[in-house]
């Protein structure tokens, strides 16, 4: 197990194929995925695993397993990805959350550990979160976590055209 942070209450390490239950348990719950059009297949769960797992190889992240210190029970994700706003690529603070744990500030709690990681590991100038316009929960974990509302895009996804809000935190803001 590879841990890659450490927050008051938190750890974030790589997953590996052993996550799958406590992975699909978030993916496939559809009141969870209501902001990506519904619950994933198994498939789509497998397809989202490996595509992290390929990331922690090519570029040294990718959205981890977070997971309670306490227990070491899995809640969630959250990391680092490269995304596409237009023709621009950019790094994006990503988390998801099990349900069960929702509202008590643990996805903050993670995506500043993940911002402040890109900023002093990656020497990355500014940090963006792409969120669907209904998702009110995770606009309010990026703007908890500094970002500022910068522009709105509609994203094609799984068939469903979502306009998005994209906020985003520079680093010389951050006075790192």
């Given at each position: 197990?590879?841990?890659?942070l450490?927050?008051?209450?938190?750890l974030?390490?790589?997953?590996?194929q052993?996550?799958?239950?406590?992975?699909s348990?978030?993916?496939q719950?559809?009141?969870t995925m209501?902001?990506?059009e519904?619950?994933?297949s198994?498939?789509?769960?497998?397809a989202?695993?490996?595509?992290?797992?390929k990331r922690?190889?090519?570029?040294?992240?990718?959205?981890?397993?977070?997971?309670?210190?306490?227990?070491?029970?899995m809640?969630?994700q959250?990391?680092l990805?490269?995304?596409?706003?237009?023709d621009a690529?950019?790094?994006e603070?990503?988390?998801l959350?099990?349900?069960?744990?929702?509202?008590?500030g643990?996805?903050?709690e993670?995506?500043?550990?993940c911002k402040?990681y890109a900023?002093?590991?990656l020497?990355?100038k500014e940090v963006?979160?792409?969120?669907?316009?209904?998702?009110?929960a995770?606009m309010?974990?990026?703007?908890?976590?500094?970002m500022?509302a910068r522009?709105?895009?509609v994203?094609?996804?799984r068939?469903?055209?979502m306009?998005?809000?994209v906020f985003?935190?520079k680093?010389?803001?951050?006075h790192?």
């Amino acid at each position: 197990m590879k841990i890659i942070l450490e927050t008051e209450r938190l750890l974030l390490r790589e997953m590996t194929q052993q996550d799958y239950p406590m992975l699909s348990a978030i993916l496939q719950d559809a009141q969870t995925m209501y902001a990506y059009e519904g619950p994933f297949s198994d498939e789509e769960t497998q397809a989202w695993l490996e595509r992290n797992l390929k990331r922690y190889k090519e570029d040294g992240f990718g959205l981890w397993a977070v997971a309670l210190k306490e227990t070491g029970i899995m809640i969630g994700q959250a990391g680092l990805t490269w995304q596409t706003i237009g023709d621009a690529k950019v790094l994006e603070v990503g988390y998801l959350f099990n349900r069960a744990y929702w509202g008590k500030g643990y996805a903050t709690e993670a995506a500043l550990a993940c911002k402040k990681y890109a900023f002093s590991q990656l020497h990355a100038k500014e940090v963006y979160s792409i969120i669907r316009d209904t998702n009110i929960a995770s606009m309010n974990v990026a703007i908890r976590g500094g970002m500022l509302a910068r522009i709105r895009f509609v994203k094609h996804y799984r068939g469903a055209d979502m306009p998005h809000l994209v906020f985003s935190a520079k680093r010389d803001d951050m006075h790192i």
